[in-house]
């Protein structure tokens, strides 16, 4: 399928082996942190909230190319003006609609975050990154290696549920779930945490009690952390043209929906009963203005060893 592509349209996500002198246990990790990403882009098919995949050759795993890079980096450096209310709902219910079709097959995309929802060229929004995602096994098809628990990252600490003032967050609840207790450690409803506070990043341009939408500061994010974790929730206020997107955001926070269809659809009616001209919450980002973040690129490897682009990453942002 990747021949029928030309190579200036295609992003190639490298997949190195495992470095020289690499146990055999990473070595297999590598292996299948890579052949998973492969497999879930296979069981989501064509979608177009769904980062089209092109297969995996020997230069990689091949994927459509989109130049204008992650939201993330798009709201911080698109700041004279900063992308309208209007557009920032869209690409919202951009993320709500693939975020449902994910769960759908069967699949948590556990790392639910801007710098994963990639701008095409049509000022729509695409979804990316599965490396670290969970598969669950669906009836009817061949079981997935067990190893598979292994090759999955962990939520950002920011984007993490606090399960323990939510346990019931840890059952995959809804019509049609493939299993009440799913083989893994993650459920939709950590998904939905994290996308509460993607909605709320998307509508206020800063983080969840930050005035920063990038929270780089180590003792901001542990006061963040414990926040969440003590189940204390930022807030849009009392404007009434945010009312209900703000009872989105709750819930999702408080782990009260039990369908992410549910959620798109609230979401979809919010958006379209909001009046043209409500006022802004926050008319810019706020974060300090980095020239190294404008310059780096917009695709990260992240392979599942160390390596020095991921921390160039991360220091980037």
């Known amino acids: 399928m990747a021949e029928l592509v030309s190579n200036s349209a295609l992003f190639v996500k490298e997949t190195p082996s495992a470095p020289a002198g690499s146990t055999a246990e990473v070595i297999q990790l590598t292996n299948l942190f890579y052949q998973k990403e492969h497999d879930i882009y296979q069981r989501l098919g064509d979608h177009p909230r769904i980062l089209r995949h092109h297969g995996w050759d020997e230069r990689g795993l091949l994927f459509d190319r989109h130049p204008a890079g992650d ?43 801007l710098h994963n929802s ?33 090759s999955q990252i962990s939520m950002g600490p920011l984007m993490h549920l606090p399960l323990l003032r939510l346990p019931h967050a840890r059952i995959w609840e809804g019509p049609g779930s493939p299993y009440p207790h799913p083989d893994w450690n993650f459920t939709p409803h950590m ?11 998307l509508i206020t341009l800063h983080f969840p009690h930050s005035p920063f939408l990038v929270v780089v500061d180590p003792e901001e994010v542990k006061r963040i952390y414990q926040l969440h974790q003590e189940a204390c929730f930022d807030t849009l ?67 599942p060893f160390p390596h020095e682009e991921d921390l160039d990453y991360y220091d980037a942002v």
């Open 71 to 113: 939201l993330l980096r798009h709201l911080l450096i698109q700041r004279d003006p900063s992308p309208s209310l209007a557009l920032r709902l869209r690409w919202a219910c951009d993320i709500a609609e693939g975020l449902a079709y994910v769960h759908s097959k069967g699949v948590i995309w556990v790392d639910v975050n």
């Open 118 to 150: 990639l701008l095409t060229r049509d000022q729509r929004v695409v979804l990316c990154d599965f490396a670290g995602s969970c598969m669950l096994n669906l009836p009817g098809e061949e079981r997935l290696p067990f190893e598979y628990n292994e």
């Open 237 to 303: 206020g009392e404007v009434a043209e945010y009312k209900d997107f703000e009872a989105i955001i709750q819930k999702c926070f408080q782990a009260q929906y039990h369908s992410t269809d549910d959620l798109f659809h609230d979401l979809e009616r919010a958006v379209s009963a909001m009046p043209a001209n409500a006022p802004l919450l926050q008319d810019g980002v706020k974060d300090p203005v980095v020239v190294e973040f404008d310059q780096r690129s917009s695709n990260r490897r992240l392979f």
């Open 191 to 201: 998904d939905r945490f994290a996308f509460g506070v993607v909605l709320f990043c």
